[in-house]
Antibody, heavy 118, light 109 residues
Framework: QVQLQQWGAGLLKPSETLSLTCTVY????????WSWIRQSPGKGLEWIGEINHSGSTNYSPSLASRVTISVDTSMKKFFLIMSSVTAADTAVYFC????????????WGQGTLVTVSS | EIVLTQFPGTLSLSPGERATLSCRAS???????LAWYQQKPGQAPRLLIYGASSRATGIPDRFSGGGAGTYFTLTIRRLEPEDFAVYYC??????????FGPGTKVDFK
């Protein structure tokens, strides 16, 4: 059974860079897309972007200019970098696996609360 | 971008009752790419239904999904105490990526 475990800095100042890591345990890493989603009280669940084992990415158009998702297939990890954060980026960030054939998010990390405050 | 609307916003019911949750899309969605999730406080969402009507692994058969095009439903046949939570629909399209509805909260009457 696949499990996702995520971590990263939880408190940032405006203009700093958000950095999160998600490690995949069990199951196959190759062949899937791996996604980042965030959840804030004001905007609900919001998809950030995804990456596959070979590094092919897709991003939400609204965040693409500030987001980079990368992967280390050998370590079964993928990463989220978001630059120039503001208070509007305060949210719980989740990593998740994208299921084959139907693009449902079938396994999720535990979530990381990221707060942006001066 | 495909916008999903869920209604009602809150559904107040008692254990044993039937819950019907609705999700409407701003344009037609492929049933293949319509999913439903359950979320409890402090937890990540959990996949319940994929492909509009297929239950995910380990999901009890009191949960069922239906619909097509722009209107989809999630039905919980007889509510158990552990079913009181927030439910989200989600769609995927090549043009919009993933989008989620705002959620329906099922709480105790």
């Amino acid at each position: 059974q696949v499990q996702l475990q995520q971590w990263g800095a939880g408190l940032l100042k405006p203009s700093e860079t958000l950095s999160l890591t998600c490690t995949v345990y069990g199951g196959s890493f190759s062949g899937y897309y791996w996604s980042w989603i965030r959840q804030s009280p004001g905007k609900g669940l919001e998809w950030i972007g995804e990456i596959n084992h070979s590094g092919s990415t897709n991003y939400s158009p609204s965040l693409a200019s500030r987001v980079t998702i990368s992967v280390d297939t050998s370590m079964k990890k993928f990463f989220l970098i978001m630059s120039s954060v503001t208070a509007a980026d305060t949210a719980v960030y989740f990593c998740a696996r994208v299921a084959l054939r139907n693009n449902a998010l079938d396994s999720w990390g535990q979530g990381t609360l990221v707060t942006v405050s001066s | 971008e495909i916008v999903l609307t869920q209604f009602p916003g809150t559904l107040s019911l008692s254990p044993g009752e039937r819950a019907t949750l609705s999700c409407r899309a701003s344009q037609s969605v492929s049933s293949t790419y319509l999913a439903w999730y359950q979320q409890k406080p402090g937890q990540a969402p959990r996949l319940l239904i994929y492909g509009a009507s297929s239950r995910a692994t380990g999901i009890p058969d009191r949960f069922s999904g239906g619909g097509a095009g722009t209107y989809f439903t999630l039905t919980i046949r007889r509510l158990e105490p552990e079913d009181f939570a927030v439910y989200y629909c989600q769609q995927y399209s090549a043009s919009s990526g993933f989008t989620f509805g705002p959620g329906t909260k099922v709480d105790f009457k």
